[in-house]
């Protein structure tokens, strides 16, 4: 639990994402609350704050009716056990199967569990399909019997997912990422020298203080070329989004990774400029609550610094914690989007 004048920031701020943290009781109303209640503020001398519902009740308090506070803990561990549902299923099940093993409505558990992780249920399902196929590629045999140990039902779908979030065809993935073209572009920005690089299907990699050097390196069977029309346009937009942390920007992606770390990158991305979350946070957004050193080793494997969002993840304390390229461009990010 954060301490009282971290609790307090939270309320003011409406932080959705430190809902189920702890509650704030008001002493005036004997109401206790979620940070992301939208009710109006008390004064700040009539509030406490307690770890959970159980204990806001044991001293006395009563739910809010406006914002249902004892449903959060519910609503989380739901997605949970949709997670690990999914995750136990031979095939990818239904919105209807998913959201009737966790007891609520489709149409509902659909909007709960992308709020909750910032994926779909069929979304989580295709990336752990696809990281199946990854594994079963990369412990040899065929590729039409990989894709079928993957739980595909046809190749068509395979290979349609493998274009998505393996950046290539399985047999190219087999073969080390033959024929593979990544374009690079080097930009001088605000907060240093930036690496933008790219496939056709999107970018691969934004790095700061790395060259073409390090590229080669992190894709030796690639074939390496200098940007086009369309990478120098996505590099511009970059260079933007670095100045303007906090701009909306929709850019192709082609970036490889576990399912987890996946989710974990699809939670960064949820995260709105100029709030933050903890490690831990992150963690039970996505189903996974135990797993926050796992979340921070995510993090350190972003590859696409900015645009997908580490620097909005600080230590449960509050402190700006690590960053792979210097604490100080992590807290100039955050003081611009505070800005913007």
Excluded at 17 to 44: E, M, N, Q, W
Aim: glycine share 8%.
């Amino acid at each position: 639990m954060p301490d009282a004048e971290a609790c307090w920031d939270a309320f003011l701020r409406r932080d959705r994402g430190l809902d189920g943290r702890f509650v704030g009781a008001v002493l005036t109303t004997g109401i206790y609350c979620k940070p992301s209640c939208a009710a109006r503020h008390p004064r700040r001398e009539n509030m406490v704050f307690l770890a959970d519902p159980q204990a806001a009740r044991a001293a006395g308090f009563r739910a809010c009716l406006r914002c249902r506070p004892d449903e959060v803990g519910r609503d989380r561990l739901a997605v949970e056990a949709a997670v690990a549902f999914i995750a136990a299923a031979e095939t990818p099940p239904s919105l209807e199967q998913v959201a009737a093993h966790a007891g609520y409505a489709p149409h509902h558990f659909h909007r709960l569990f992308k709020r909750e992780t910032g994926m779909t249920p069929a979304a989580y399902a295709r990336s752990l399909r696809t990281e199946r196929l990854k594994n079963a590629l990369e412990e040899g045999g065929s590729v039409t019997g990989a894709i079928y140990e993957a739980g595909y039902n046809a190749p068509s779908r395979a290979y349609a997912d493998a274009e998505r979030h393996l950046g290539m065809t399985p047999s190219a993935w087999k073969d080390g990422g033959r024929e593979v073209v990544i374009r690079y572009a080097e930009r001088a920005t605000s907060l240093g020298p930036v690496l933008v690089a790219g496939t056709e299907r999107g970018l691969c990699r934004i790095s700061f203080d790395e060259d073409v050097t390090d590229l080669r390196q992190r894709f030796p069977k690639a074939e390496i070329l200098p940007a086009d029309a369309r990478l120098e346009g996505l590099a511009a937009q970059v260079e933007q989004l670095i100045d303007d942390p906090a701009r909306p920007l929709d850019l192709p992606l082609d970036v490889c990774g576990t399912a987890f770390q996946q989710a974990v990158w699809a939670a960064l991305r949820a995260i709105p400029p100029g709030e933050t979350r903890s490690y831990g946070e992150i963690a039970a957004a996505i189903g996974k609550p135990g797993a926050v050193r796992a979340a921070g080793t995510a993090c350190g494997d972003n590859a696409l610094v900015v645009l997908i969002p580490c620097h909005r993840v600080l230590r449960s304390d509050g402190s700006l914690g690590g960053y792979a390229y210097g604490v100080e461009r992590k807290k100039a990010l955050l003081e611009r989007e505070k800005r913007a």
